[in-house]
């Protein structure tokens, strides 16, 4: 297996750009969910998911869109990146609400 | 809310020496925990865990009991290596409440190791 997969590793945005960062996971795990880290600041959490076609906003939603069209997928779309977007971003998924996650590599993003 | 307190660092030890790392935490039930470890340049892991009351999470030598009454879920390790150097953070989930599962991170302690 796997695990979970991110795409791009690295991505430089101008200001204003749109993109789309990939997120697939092979465990069928029905929960994934994205996360920002920013320095010395731990994990927020973006927007989760509980299962396909099901998503719900975290912590720090605004700037971003997701979709959950089939159980392996979970994309984070970026639309008019901002310099506060500037983060890495770390996709996880798990079996339930309450047990472990399982992190993803995470993809760089800078924005100029 | 709930939330998770760990203690600034960075922590520099030199390597066989012990390490504790405090976490506490606020929630309103009866939450899980966890610490995790990200090693540079990747993901974050699972490191170890404990479900309920007074349980111990251990794995490759590092421990943690879950405190009810303190509110802790303190990280320990006898003896440290160079490899251990890391950023570990601990983490809650709650079953029930406010956070409707997702879990709750503190800021992370960074560990550097020296030979």
């Known amino acids: 297996n796997a695990g979970v997969t991110q795409t791009p590793k690295f991505r430089i945005l101008k200001i204003g750009q749109s993109m789309t960062l990939q997120c697939t996971q092979d465990m069928n795990h029905n929960y994934m969910y994205w996360y920002r880290q920013d320095p010395g600041m731990g994990l927020k959490l973006i927007y989760y998911?509980?299962?396909?076609?099901?998503?719900d906003k975290g912590e720090v939603p605004n700037g971003y869109n997701v979709s959950r069209s089939t159980t392996e997928d979970f994309p984070l779309r970026l639309e008019l990146a901002a310099p506060s977007q500037t983060s890495v971003y770390f996709c996880?998924?798990?079996?339930?609400?309450?047990?472990?996650?399982?992190f993803g590599p995470g993809t760089r993003l800078t924005v100029l | 809310g709930n939330s998770v307190t760990q203690m600034e660092g960075p922590v520099t030890l030199s390597e066989e020496a012990f390490l504790t790392i405090n976490c506490t935490y606020t929630?309103?039930?009866?939450?899980?925990l966890f610490w995790y470890v990200q090693y540079p340049g990747e993901g974050l892991q699972l490191l170890l865990k404990a479900t309920k009351a007074d349980d111990k999470g251990s794995n490759k030598g590092f421990e943690a009991t879950y405190r009810k009454e303190t509110t802790s879920f303190h990280l320990e390790k006898g003896s440290v290596q160079v490899s251990d150097s890391a950023v570990y953070f601990c983490a809650l989930s709650e079953r029930y409440g406010g956070s409707q599962g997702n879990l709750i991170f503190g800021k992370g302690t960074k560990l550097s190791v020296k030979p």
């Open positions: 929630a309103t039930g009866y939450p899980s």
């Open positions: 998911s509980v299962g396909a076609g099901i998503t």
């Open positions: 996880a998924s798990g079996t339930s609400g309450y047990n472990e996650q399982f």
